[in-house]
Nanobody, 117 residues
């Protein structure tokens, strides 16, 4: 079993920045991938960004050029740097991950990001 704990959410004005962190309870050296998703009430959870074991990244079109996903293997932590935030980025952000040793996908509890106009 793996625990993922997100932090760094909060309230920010449009144009501002936040950095989300996702701390894993086991080494992320052997991940298949880790990612960030977001969800607003009444809508499906959507992929925001993902990073693979080899360091490849992909982003939702809506956040390209503004968000950056990165990882720190020594801290077992994945980050999401969010710049130039817009009100439409308001959502609960979730971290997830899959390790090579298991087919299970693990999720964090989510962190609220609110961007005011």
């Amino acid at each position: 079993q793996v625990q993922l704990v997100e932090s760094g959410g909060g309230l920010v004005q449009a144009g501002g920045s936040l950095r989300l962190s996702c701390a894993a309870s086991r080494s992320i050296f052997s991940i298949n991938y880790m990612g960030w998703y977001r969800q607003v009430p009444g809508k499906q959870r959507e992929l925001v960004a993902r990073i693979t074991s080899g360091g490849s990244t992909n982003y939702a079109d809506s956040v390209k050029g503004r968000f950056t996903i990165s990882r720190d293997n020594a801290k077992n932590t994945v980050y999401l740097q969010m710049n130039s935030l817009k009100p439409e980025d308001t959502a609960v952000y979730y971290c997830n991950g899959q390790w090579w040793s298991s087919s299970s996908v693990y999720w964090g509890q989510g962190t609220q990001v609110t961007v005011s106009s």
